[in-house]
């Protein structure tokens, strides 16, 4: 409070005492509106879920059938890993790609991923099929006989290792 006034600062002012007719940003579980400002506020009190981050089954369900694309993705990554360690290493990295390409897949296709849904939509499909992508074509030019060959690679190769 301000000795000379008797009336509160503007930096004692609550939040929630502030009334602004911009849009709704985001609603409660009850769902009514939060905040009337579209302002972020100065403390955050929670995170955002992403868009798609609900459950993938009903709430009734059991907990693996709830989370079934992110445990989709994470099985075929392990047995992709489980591949790689018993001396299958072309396969084992393929299936690894894959499973990123299909969790993209799903990512895109799905609307309720469970804990697939890390960021937004567009931002997990672009990270999950890159990555996969990326794996999947280096599982296919690996060394010996690769079954892909890019002929600029090479040359790449060749300007930085002098032989």
Known sequence: MSAERGTPDASEERAEDITVRDPVSAPDAEGRPRRTTRRFPLFTRDTARPEGGG??????????????????????????????????????????????????????????????????????????????????????????NPLLEIPFLKDTLHFTVDS
């Open 55 to 144: 459950r993938a089954a009903p709430g009734d369900a059991p907990a693996p059938a709830r989370q079934w694309p992110i445990l989709a993705v994470l099985l075929t990554v392990g047995l992709g890993l489980l591949l790689t360690a018993l001396d299958q290493f072309r396969l084992g990295t393929l299936l690894v790609g894959v499973a990123l390409l299909a969790g993209s897949l799903l990512r895109w296709l799905v609307p309720n991923v469970g804990m697939l849904a890390v960021r937004s939509r567009f931002t997990d499909i672009v990270t999950y099929a890159g990555l996969g992508l990326v794996i999947a074509l280096l599982a296919l030019m690996v060394q010996p």
